[in-house]
């Protein structure tokens, strides 16, 4: 790191930078060995009708823990994934581990992946779910894919194509964080989501009274009714926002009010004892 590769004010944040590089280079590193090293895992979050506070899914969240970091956050770990399409075979191991998982659970019970804009753009996409659901032995209707709206931004077309591909084989598809990117109603309009998950900051506001994520919240489910789509509120915590998103009609709810993310066992664990609905 020599003097004159920065100039002016920048070199004063520079050795602030330089640490922050360095920490995501190992990261990196250790992220590319995570896989073999059997260092990830998937929790399951629950996901509740909104109505009769009954489980209907479980979303799968990947969880990193690494022999030299310990837990990492994925809000760390996913957008170093992505930026080094590392995304690709670990969102695979994910698609593959929670079908496996979610073949188990009784037949009414469905399973939510997530899954990054580089595994959507990549050609072998839809051939990887259908080997996931042959393998499992899960019917192609109990798994959903979550996706965001960033997928539509750097090719909409082949990201399209894919979408249509994952629907002809029964698939629900589920547009995450709603309201946090770009909403464009034009993507609403060709594509059947089969739910638009509306983002957690939504939920907080309703709470607190914010006249504009009521009328937001509102305003998407009126819209999601009206187009056939679900409507999932995501981190209800308290009793409060569940309330709130009850009054303005979501249809089903996610957050540590019903659950928080949990392990493959406890989740089967919750659906062998029904009665006891809330764990959080
Ligand atoms: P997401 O898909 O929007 O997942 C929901 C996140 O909100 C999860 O964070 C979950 O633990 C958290 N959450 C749920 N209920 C509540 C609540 O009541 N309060 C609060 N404060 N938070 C709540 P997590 O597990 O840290 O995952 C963060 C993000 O990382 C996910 O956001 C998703 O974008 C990404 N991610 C996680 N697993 C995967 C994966 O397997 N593949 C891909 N591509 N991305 C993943
Ligand atoms: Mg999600
Ligand atoms: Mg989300
Ligand atoms: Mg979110």
């Not at 590319?32 to 109505?51: F, G, K, S």
């Not at 979303?59 to 957008?79: C, D, H, Q, T, Y």
């Not at 894919?145 to 994952?166: K, P």
Request: glycine residues 8%; contains cysteine; charged residues 25%.
């Amino acid at each position: 790191r020599s003097k004159d590769e920065g100039g002016g004010s920048h070199f004063a944040y520079e050795p602030q930078m330089h640490a922050h590089a360095e920490e995501r280079r190992k990261l990196e590193f250790a992220l590319r060995h995570a896989l073999e090293r059997d260092e990830l895992e998937l929790a399951y979050q629950p996901v509740v009708d909104a109505e009769t506070e009954e489980v209907l899914s479980f979303e799968a969240l990947m969880r990193w823990n690494s022999a030299e970091f310990g837990r990492v956050s994925p809000a760390k770990f996913i957008p170093i994934a992505e930026d080094t399409r590392l995304i690709v075979p670990i969102g695979e191991w994910a698609l593959r581990r929670a079908c496996d998982e979610a073949a188990r659970w009784p037949s009414n019970i469905r399973v939510a992946v997530n899954v990054s804009a580089e595994q959507m753009l990549d050609a072998n996409f839809a051939s990887t779910v259908v080997s996931a659901l042959a393998s499992s032995g899960l019917a192609p209707e109990r798994l959903e894919l979550e996706v965001t709206e960033s997928i539509f931004l750097r090719d909409g077309g082949a990201a399209q194509n894919t979408l249509n591909q994952i629907q002809t084989l029964g698939c629900g598809i589920a547009l995450d964080d709603f309201g946090t990117g770009y909403s464009s109603l034009g993507y609403l309009r060709n594509n059947r989501f089969t739910t638009i998950k509306i983002d957690r900051s939504f939920v907080t506001g309703a709470a607190k009274d914010s006249p504009e994520s009521l009328a937001i919240i509102r305003a998407v489910v009126a819209m999601c009714d009206a187009l056939g789509m679900e409507t999932t509120a995501e981190g209800v915590e308290s009793e409060r926002e569940l309330e709130r998103i009850r009054q303005l009609g979501c249809t089903k709810i996610q957050g540590f009010l019903f659950g928080r993310p949990m392990g493959a066992l406890e989740a089967s664990a919750l659906l062998e004892s029904r009665t006891e609905r809330r764990i959080a």
